[in-house]
């Protein structure tokens, strides 16, 4: 029974093993602050393998560009121990400033290996990227420790700095658009003057609100919240104040 139990437990992690290898060889594995440490254990003995990481951004030119020479790395790399990943910093902030001493522009590629982490500073081709991350690193990069995985308040700070960001992101693109619509649309407006005099002006005004009511309605509530904290200021300063009673007639 218990020859049973241990050909049980071999046959199961031979098949555990073949299918990780069928996942991760030969193909782009897709890391995100979820899985990143647990996939790679970069902080934990690295018993998965060698991991050789790209943190890119949808944005970065040079990110789109490298996209098929990485792709054609994970399979030059097949059967070598190694797995070609890559992250999206801009979706996994919690993964990248864990890097960020790193991590400073993108793409950053950097290969764990042999309990460190190595920065790859080459030409990004195929033949050297493949020479890196299976012979060259120690050579060619310094070994650098492992960061430990995140507290929860250091994971809390990455996303709330991210959130910030992609506000204030939003927050200027809506202001921009918005202030391309208001240019449109005052020479629209303009031009109902000229060709209709008040009635064709007001129809104009009329006809841009109908076609942008979401940007006129954001700006009327803005400029009403503006209107009210302006009166509530205005009263608070002239406002009266109460004249002080000496103390001998309080008495009395």
Same mark, same amino acid.
């Given at each position: 029974?218990?020859?049973?139990?241990?050909?049980?437990? +071999?046959?199961?992690?031979?098949?555990?093993?073949?299918?990780?290898?069928?996942?991760?060889?030969?193909?782009?594995?897709?890391?995100?602050?979820?899985?990143?440490?647990?996939?790679?254990?970069?902080?934990?003995?690295?018993?998965? &393998?060698?991991?050789?990481?790209?943190? =890119?951004? $949808?944005?970065?030119? /040079?990110?789109?560009?490298? +996209?098929?020479?990485?792709?054609?790395?994970?399979?030059?790399?097949?059967?070598? &121990?190694?797995?070609? @990943?890559?992250?999206?910093?801009? @979706?996994? *902030?919690?993964?990248?400033? #864990?890097?960020?001493?790193?991590?400073?522009?993108?793409?950053?590629?950097?290969?764990?290996?042999?309990?460190?982490?190595? %920065? =790859?500073?080459?030409? #990004?081709?195929?033949?050297?990227?493949?020479?890196?991350?299976?012979?060259?690193?120690?050579?060619?990069?310094? %070994? /650098?420790?492992?960061?430990? *995985?995140?507290?929860?308040?250091?994971? =809390?700070?990455?996303?709330?700095?991210?959130?910030?960001?992609?506000?204030?992101?939003?927050?200027?693109?809506?202001?921009? %658009? +918005? &202030?391309?619509?208001?240019?449109?649309?005052?020479?629209?407006?303009?031009?109902?003057?000229?060709?209709?005099?008040?009635?064709?002006?007001?129809?104009?005004?009329?006809?841009?609100?109908?076609?942008?009511?979401?940007? =006129?309605?954001? @700006?009327?509530?803005?400029?009403?919240?503006?209107?009210?904290?302006?009166?509530?200021?205005?009263?608070?300063?002239? +406002?009266?104040?109460?004249?002080?009673? $000496?103390?001998?007639? %309080?008495?009395?």
């Amino acid at each position: 029974m218990a020859r049973l139990h241990q050909r049980v437990a +071999a046959v199961a992690l031979l098949v555990l093993f073949a299918v990780a290898g069928a996942f991760a060889q030969g193909e782009v594995v897709t890391l995100t602050d979820d899985t990143f440490e647990h996939q790679t254990q970069a902080s934990s003995g690295q018993t998965t &393998g060698a991991w050789f990481v790209k943190f =890119y951004a $949808p944005w970065c030119g /040079h990110c789109r560009a490298m +996209a098929g020479t990485w792709a054609e790395l994970a399979a030059e790399v097949e059967g070598t &121990g190694v797995i070609v @990943a890559d992250v999206d910093a801009t @979706a996994n *902030p919690i993964t990248t400033d #864990r890097f960020k001493g790193l991590v400073k522009g993108f793409p950053t590629l950097l290969l764990f290996r042999d309990r460190g982490v190595f %920065k =790859y500073t080459g030409t #990004r081709d195929l033949e050297s990227l493949r020479a890196f991350a299976t012979e060259t690193f120690s050579a060619k990069s310094e %070994k /650098h420790d492992v960061p430990e *995985p995140p507290s929860a308040f250091a994971r =809390y700070f990455s996303l709330s700095t991210r959130a910030l960001a992609v506000f204030i992101i939003d927050t200027h693109g809506a202001f921009e %658009k +918005a &202030g391309k619509t208001a240019t449109r649309d005052l020479g629209s407006v303009a031009s109902g003057w000229r060709s209709g005099g008040f009635a064709g002006a007001v129809a104009s005004a009329k006809s841009a609100a109908a076609a942008s009511p979401r940007t =006129y309605g954001a @700006a009327l509530i803005l400029f009403s919240v503006v209107g009210i904290c302006f009166a509530i200021i205005l009263a608070l300063i002239t +406002a009266p104040m109460p004249k002080s009673v $000496p103390r001998e007639k %309080k008495d009395d």
